[in-house]
């Protein structure tokens, strides 16, 4: 039996360790934090993650799918807030079948490190990684307490996430090609408190009738709300409890900025002359505000995932990625799966499985890494442009004449496994193609469609369905 030792039980580890686990290999995984199942863990903060059809992908090979699936919030559109708080929703896809999915981050790694352990894999809680001998093939580990203890490691895997320390380790023996593109925006996450079951206090009286009534969302619970503000903006997911989580994206200079916005009193005049709905939502806001963390942003890219046939990385340990097309996670989970039968297949050939697992992912991260640049732009600028809502139509237009042929680029990324690279070529053809049909065309009705139906023919392969 092939032995594997992974770093960080996170989302990504903890699915890799299952996957392997049921394939029959010997998986021991050391997690540097406590035990999320641990009483006094529970009950945080709720912070929530956007799950598309790659990540529930991901859950299902590891038959997780339906455990998920009640604990999900559905989200069909963007619902775009303007300044006067007038919102719109944009629907993501055709149906309710073409959705994404709001999931509790907690929720979600319990399952997974249950169903690791569930599958035979071995987890140690409270284990960092400090450094590895590579001389030895050992990784050294603290103890939450300090004490150090030696791991003898045959295969090894990096899932521990965008500050890796295997991949520091890795960068002594080898050149792994790192650097790191910092955005130069930051983000702050607030909370939308559920409504009381009791209102009173902070609520309008349109909110407390509301809460009166039973209702416990704020806001339109199924949808992932945008108040886009060209430089800037924010966002909320919501929690299935009622809450919502907002996270502000601003720039980490100039004005409005991280910079000139120093503290909990600054936001709130921030939100209360952008985002005076959203303001009037958020009763902690000032606290929110100066007791969170601002987190930073930018794109991790390597030349090398791997050292020889030793280690390998993956999820964002090998491609940290910007938020914006909601893709991390989801695109973790390709790795893992893809990881997984690559192993399964050649288990004593790493190095060849490794170099393979690198050739085939790293074309996508690099990918889905400039779509998710890309959207921060569309977010924070274009939903609310006519120019963009008129492109968006002939999209949408356009693929119900092509059905499987032409698929906007959001959904190739978000509703199917089409491989990222290949949704993003696509994606550059059907943008000048679009482009070239609205020139000096005022409306969507006076375009030539005999033409341009050939056009697309000649210039689109239908997507093959195993990915669809
Ligand atoms: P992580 O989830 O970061 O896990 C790494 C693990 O390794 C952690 O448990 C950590 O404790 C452990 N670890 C670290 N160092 C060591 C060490 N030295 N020794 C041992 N263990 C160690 N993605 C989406 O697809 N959709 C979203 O909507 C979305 N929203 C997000 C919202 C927020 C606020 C953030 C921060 C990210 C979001 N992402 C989202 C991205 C997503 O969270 C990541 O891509 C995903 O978690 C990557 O999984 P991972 O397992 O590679 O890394
Ligand atoms: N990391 C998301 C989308 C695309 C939405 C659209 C965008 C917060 C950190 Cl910013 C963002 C999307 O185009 O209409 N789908 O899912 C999730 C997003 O942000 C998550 C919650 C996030 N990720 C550090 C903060």
């Known amino acids: 039996m092939r032995s594997v030792t992974i770093v960080g039980a996170g989302l990504v580890g903890a699915l890799l360790a299952t996957l392997l686990a049921r394939r029959g290999f010997a998986v021991q995984v050391f997690e540097r934090r406590p035990d999320p199942r641990r009483a006094g863990f529970i009950g945080g903060r709720s912070i929530n993650l956007a799950l598309a059809e790659r990540g529930w992908h991901g859950l299902r090979v ?17 619902r775009v807030h303007d300044l006067d708080g007038v919102t719109n ?22 399952m997974l490190v249950d169903a690791a352990e569930a599958a035979g894999a ?70 939308i408190p559920a409504l009381p079951a009791m209102p009173g206090g902070w609520l309008s009286p349109t909110l407390a009738a509301a809460a009166q009534r039973g209702e416990r969302f704020a806001i339109d619970p199924n949808a992932l709300h945008i108040w886009p503000r060209g430089r800037y903006m924010c966002i909320a997911l919501p929690n299935a409890e009622g809450s919502f989580t907002v ?19 600054d936001a709130r005049a921030l939100f209360e002359r952008d985002f005076a709905d959203a303001s009037a939502l958020i009763p902690d806001l000032e606290a929110d505000f100066d007791g969170h963390p601002t987190g930073l942003l930018g794109t991790l890219y390597l030349e090398r995932w791997h050292l020889d046939g030793r280690a390998v990385l993956i999820g964002d340990a090998a491609h940290a990625i910007v938020p914006f097309h909601g893709q991390g996670m989801n695109a973790g989970f390709e790795d893992a799966v893809e990881l997984a039968e690559l192993l399964d297949a050649d288990p004593h050939h790493s190095e060849r499985v490794f170099a393979e697992f690198e050739r085939r992912r790293k074309p996508n991260s690099d990918a889905i890494a400039a779509m998710a640049l890309e959207n921060y732009v569309e977010m924070r600028d274009r939903v609310d442009d006519s120019d963009y809502l008129l492109l968006r139509e002939l999209d949408r237009r356009l693929a119900e004449r092509h059905p499987g042929r032409w698929v906007p680029r959001y959904a190739m990324v978000t509703f199917t496994r089409v491989p990222y690279a290949e949704a993003l070529a696509r994606g550059q053809t059907q943008t000048a193609i679009l482009r070239d049909a609205v020139l000096g065309c005022p409306a969507l009705d006076d375009i030539d469609y005999n033409d341009l139906d ?10 093959t369905t195993r990915s669809t």
């Open 89 to 110: 929703l944009q629907r993501y896809g055709r149906d309710d079948s073409e959705v994404i999915w709001s999931v509790n981050r907690g929720a979600l790694n319990i």
């Open 122 to 191: 071995r987890i140690d809680f409270d284990r960092r990684l400090d450094r590895v001998d590579w001389a030895q093939s050992t990784l050294h580990l603290v103890g939450e307490d300090g004490t150090t203890e030696a791991h003898r490691a045959d295969l090894i895997v990096g899932a521990d996430g965008a500050g890796s320390a295997l991949r520091a380790a890795m960068a002594g023996p080898i050149d792994l090609g790192e650097r790191f593109e910092p955005l130069g925006h930051g983000y702050k996450e607030l909370e």
């Open 62 to 78: 590891a038959g997780l799918e339906e455990r998920m699936q009640p604990l999900a919030v559905m989200m069909r559109g963007r």
């Open 247 to 265: 996270t502000l994206f601003l720039p980490n200079e100039g004005s409005p900025s991280f910079a000139d916005t120093p503290t909990g009193r």
């Open 454 to 463: 050939a056009r697309i023919v000649a210039a689109l392969q239908p997507l």
